[in-house]
């Protein structure tokens, strides 16, 4: 019984680290170039996936991929983008 439970808990560490891994991996410059001004946030986010973080202010949403070392980030007015920034990307 408590072999299967260390099986299951290794199993769920490998998926959780593949799935970071997944989503890290598109925060790229390849993907940064394809965001263009204009492009809806659904359009966004079949591209990069889902954000790490939103938040709306006076009708801006301002997101952001990626982590400390790399990371893209894009303003959205009327769920089109507007203005976007990038760092640490090769």
Do not use: H
């Amino acid at each position: 019984m408590r072999s299967d439970w260390c099986r299951i808990g290794k199993i769920l560490l490998i998926v959780g680290f593949l799935s970071l891994w997944g989503c890290s991996s598109k925060v790229n410059q390849d993907n940064y170039k394809k965001i263009k001004i204009g492009m809806s946030y659904e359009e966004v986010t079949a591209i990069l996936g889902e954000p790490v973080t939103c938040e709306s202010i006076l009708g801006i949403q301002n997101c952001d991929w990626g982590d400390e070392t790399r990371a893209i980030n894009i303003k959205f007015a009327a769920d089109n983008v507007v203005f976007r920034t990038a760092k640490g990307l090769s």
